[in-house]
């Protein structure tokens, strides 16, 4: 038995963000949890640049990357998950672990990239204290 699945219900329910981007980087799709993770709405999303939600210091790193993988047609990041910072609206910073599917054109070209995104804010904050905790634990250990 094949079931239709209806793919606009299925981004628009999903709870990790799905972002659509162009060939430029420009935002074409972006869900109700984009919203609630990074605070933009729709409106002010679509259309804009990834820059949106990019903390300034990796743009260029960030923009060198995208680069790359639209010339190159590929990239490591759709079965491995990249963690990075990003920033929400009112410039708070989070941090974000995502992967990522190129799309393509009839012809195969790549035109456009989707992410799906997953808040890792609380998580990475609690290793980062176990971290130090653990430190703290081993030096006083040693002395």
């Not at 094949?2 to 972006?30: E, F, K, N, R, Y």
């Not at 990003?86 to 799309?103: Q, W």
């Amino acid at each position: 038995m094949q079931t239709s699945v209806d793919l606009s219900q299925l981004v628009s329910a999903i709870g990790d963000a799905v972002v659509v981007c162009d060939p430029d980087g420009m935002i074409t799709l972006w869900n109700g949890a984009a919203e609630r993770i990074f605070g933009f709405t729709e409106q002010e999303a679509l259309g804009k640049s990834l820059d949106l939600i990019i903390p300034q210091r990796l743009q260029e790193r960030h923009w060198s990357g995208y680069r790359n993988t639209m010339q190159m047609g590929q990239t490591r990041y759709g079965s491995q998950v990249l963690k990075v910072p990003a920033v929400r609206k009112g410039g708070g910073a989070l941090s974000i672990a995502f992967t990522v599917a190129l799309l393509r054109d009839a012809a195969g070209a790549v035109n456009g990239i989707a992410s799906i995104i997953r808040d890792e804010t609380e998580r990475f904050q609690e290793e980062r204290d176990l971290r130090k905790r653990l430190a703290a634990l081993e030096a006083r250990a040693s002395a």
